[in-house]
């Protein structure tokens, strides 16, 4: 029996491999590379010493993932595997609502065929929208303001319709935080393609020269130093997570949702002092006006999490700046090798 994972090459998707393999689970990858690349999995290989099935499959072709189906002995899946930039959301929403929503259709529908009832959903914070208190509880109003967060709603409320259908659904929707940090090997971690939109690899990218300097979107938030505040948490924590939410699943039937953050919010300017005291690099900096869409301040409630999977965050932010950078050090153009590097550049 086999535990499926959608999107496992990508950044939360490869280091959840790791502690799956690492744990004992036999693992079946399915994605379709769309932002991510087949390196990580060689790399979650070499971690974890352990071989399993990888399918470049896409999630909106139903006959191929059927295969998969069919080969396999699956129990549950996690369902990683989504588009995820805010900004790209808003300007191209189809491409969003087929592939996030239309690929969990997909997937579900083949679940439900093959008699697989176990799922772990990757969902996010983003549902909460703006937030009226802080720190934000599960039963908190939801509300997404960007095509992205509607994608998670929307399949939020389709997991609840379907656990409402048949009662053998177990379902466990995890809403994440801000996942930041690698693995502390540094041989995989998050490989964004072109500049990042999110603040840690920003600051990665900083640090190691490749861009000049970060800027702070908004000095004027109602927080401590002004700057805009979140639940930052580490990767590994968070794929130990969904190891407990598995169990879970594996368990009971039900829908439930659990936040998975560490409580504690720190601002902009909080990481930059942090990142700058345990890795000795200068990250320059300048203030500029608010981000479109950005919230002041955002944390979690995670003790739901803490009572119901028996799952807390252990990394502070020390470790998490820690290890971004090593991965960021270490491989300087992300999962692209430097002798692919070479070679398309005498190419071209
Ligand atoms: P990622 O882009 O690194 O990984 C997503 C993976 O899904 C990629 O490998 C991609 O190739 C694959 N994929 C996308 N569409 C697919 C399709 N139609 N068929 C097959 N594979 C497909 O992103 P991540 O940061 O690892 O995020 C994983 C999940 O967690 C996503 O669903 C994301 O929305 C959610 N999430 C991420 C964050 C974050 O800040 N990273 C926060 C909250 C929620
Ligand atoms: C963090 C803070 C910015 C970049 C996003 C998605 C959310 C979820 C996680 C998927 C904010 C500030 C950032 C920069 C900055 N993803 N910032 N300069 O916006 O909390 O959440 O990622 O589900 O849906 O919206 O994360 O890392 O972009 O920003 O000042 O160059 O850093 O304003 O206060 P965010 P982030």
Redesign the pocket.
Known sequence: MAILVTGGAGYIGSHTCVELLNAGYEIVVVDNLATSSSESLRRVRELSGKDFKFYQIDLLNREDLEIVFKQNKIEAVIHFAGL?A?GESVRLPLRYYHNNITGTLVLCELMQEYGVKRIVFS????VYGISEHVPISEDAPLGAT?A??RT?LMIEEIMQDMYVSDPIWSIAILR?????GAHSSGRIGEDPNGI?????P??TQVAAGGLKE?????ND?PTLDG????DYIHVVDLAQGHLKALEKVMSTTGVEAYNLGTGQGY??VE?VAAFERVTGRRIPYKM?D??P????I?YSNPTKAERELGWIAEKGIDEMCLDAWRWQSNNPHGFQEEDNLLVESNIS
Do not use: W
């Open positions: 995820k805010v969902s996010s914070a983003t960007n992205y967060g998670k994440y935080f801000n996942p930041i990042p939109n999110n603040l840690m920003y600051i970060l800027q702070i979107y908004g938030y700057t805009g505040v979140r601002s902009v990481m500029t608010r981000r869409g950005d919230i002041g955002c």
